[in-house]
């Protein structure tokens, strides 16, 4: 096999899927940094957020990159809802039963796209495409949506954060809650924005696992763990860590195939998520130790 | 003149237990006050009853005109009181520039003339403000906490010990930069752990002890004090 096979067998696929966790460990890393506990509804919220765009595309007929924004929307405000009705009351209680209050959502949610739209596996349009030829390097336009999709929306909330009033508000609570708190920044709504955040984020991850493959109603769950593997990889309460675990994660589980059976491919998280626990629990790029 | 914080007989604590009995205090305008004692005597509680933090069960306490007994800890840093706690008194993966637009957050409008007045102050700040904080030494991390503590443009400005573990000339700093600050008009209540230094710079003291009033003066007349010399100042 030369390097060119190996860039368009493994690399790039391995670098889309990273781009797709990297969605979901974004939002998982905030979370775990400013309101400080593991949220387990993550993948099956992505999953909401990929039929809410089916739903948009087959009801409505637009096309599936116009029906992204429209998800991202509702899976956020779904996301800001899920806290005020449930999180929000046990925010004064020991971390670990929101932890356990997720889980209780994600099986909620996955029940709900279950109702709605039924088990069977769906897709958002049918046929197959062709990768187009750059260089040597076969990609398919749908890759480079994704790609360039996560490197727009992480970006952009890398400038949310580091140059917003808001965005900065939400790195102070993260920093030092404490204080942030005597400083007068309302928790509130520093709690509310980083959930818009988080859902939009889960709407984008969902979306691009469903456009580059099929939408199930397991989807998202399955990602969990990849998703929480990237984002104590890259180092809890690090956005560009967590893009890095996202994609050093699908690279992984796609390279794996290599050396390992292919079922195994979904284990490469959990080693990857044991193996840095192991070693550095601050992750790659120094995040919070839990 | 009428002091610009008085606490009356106040009495209360964390939870159930009462850790301060009685206290009394004032500080007034443009007056440095230290509150020193033995350990465990309730120094930085006291303090923290002023901004707020802690249950009162008994006595008021007057700001600046109000009664602020009972207020939540928001509503008196509007007011015109800050507090720099004794730890984690800076956002560490924040550039000092961005922990003093922390501490201007509630201010409404431009903070460009907060800035300068900080930058004034504390001019090693100025050159260094897109360094993060965290990698700055003891003092001029001490810096930064007060600079966001003033940012709000405070009356008065709590200090919870701010020389603990600052070598002797850092410490002289921090001393002379409570000066400055009281002679720009901000009155300054801390709480000291070395107490013959702090009384030495201080305008007046107080020392407590079991949560109770023991001894008032000004520096001198307490460093002078047979007594408060002999109980708490090692001799």
């Known amino acids: 096999m030369d390097f060119l096979d190996l860039i368009n067998f493994y690399v790039v696929p391995g670098i889309v899927l990273g781009s797709i966790y990297a969605f979901g460990a974004v939002g998982i890393t905030l979370i775990f940094a400013i309101l400080r506990y593991a949220h387990l509804a ?49 925010r004064e209680r020991p971390k670990i039963v929101t932890v356990m209050a997720s889980l209780g959502i994600a099986l909620m949610v996955r029940a709900v796209v279950q109702v709605v739209w039924g088990v069977d596996t769906q897709t958002y349009s049918r046929g197959i495409v062709r990768p187009e030829d750059y260089f040597g390097i076969r990609i398919r336009d749908r890759e480079l949506y994704t790609i360039f999709a996560m490197i727009v929306l992480v970006g952009g909330l890398q400038l949310f954060l580091t140059r917003s009033k808001w965005g900065k508000a939400m790195r102070a609570m993260s920093d030092n809650p404490n204080l942030a708190l005597l400083s007068g920044i309302d928790n509130k709504k520093v709690v509310m924005l980083t959930w818009i955040v988080a859902g939009g984020l889960c709407a984008a991850s969902g979306f691009f696992l469903g456009y580059n493959t099929e939408l199930k109603s397991m989807m998202g769950w399955h990602m969990l763990l990849p998703m929480f593997a990237a984002a104590i990889l890259g180092g809890v309460g690090r956005v560009e860590g967590a893009v890095l675990g996202g994609l050093i994660v699908g690279i992984a589980e796609e390279m794996s195939v290599l050396v390992l059976p292919s079922e195994y491919k979904a284990a490469m998280a959990f080693a990857i998520l044991l193996f840095m626990l192991l070693v550095r629990p601050t992750g790659l790029l120094k995040g919070k130790v839990l | 003149m009428s002091a610009l914080l008085s606490m009356d007989n106040l009495t209360g604590g964390y939870g159930e237990a009462d850790i301060l009995q009685d206290v009394s205090m004032h500080v007034d305008q443009d007056e440095i006050v230290v509150i020193v004692g033995p350990n465990g005597a309730g120094k930085s509680t006291a303090m923290k009853s002023v901004f707020g933090l802690l249950t009162i069960r008994g006595g008021k306490m007057l700001f600046d005109g109000d009664d602020i007994t009972g207020w939540a800890p928001n509503r008196i840093v509007q ?157």
Do not use: W
């Open chain 1, 42 to 90: 993550h993948g099956d919220l992505a999953t909401l957020g990929a039929f809410i765009a089916l739903a948009v595309v087959t009801s409505l007929g637009f096309s599936p990159l116009i029906a992204l924004p429209i998800a991202i929307i509702a899976t956020a405000a779904v996301a800001v809802g899920i806290d005020k009705v449930f999180y929000d009351h046990l």
């Open chain 2, 79 to 235: 007011r015109g009181i800050c507090y720099v706690p004794q730890v984690d008194n800076i956002f560490r993966e924040m550039s000092i520039h961005e922990n003093l637009e922390m501490g201007g957050f509630l201010k409404k409008g431009d903070l460009s003339a907060a800035y300068d007045r900080i930058y004034t102050l504390f001019p090693d700040l100025k050159e260094r403000r897109k360094t993060m904080a965290g990698s700055l030494s003891g003092g001029q991390r001490q810096m930064v906490a007060m600079g966001r503590a003033l940012m709000l443009d405070p009356k008065l400005l709590l200090l919870d010990e701010p020389t603990a573990g600052l070598s002797p000339k850092y410490m002289e700093q921090i001393f002379q930069i409570c000066r400055d600050v009281r002679d720009t008009g901000v009155a300054i209540l801390l709480v000291e752990q070395h107490a013959k230094q702090a009384l030495a710079f201080a305008d007046r003291g107080y020392v407590l002890a079991a949560g109770k009033n023991r001894h008032e003066g000004t520096g001198a007349e307490l460093l002078a004090d047979r007594e408060v010399a002999e109980m708490f100042l090692g001799g």
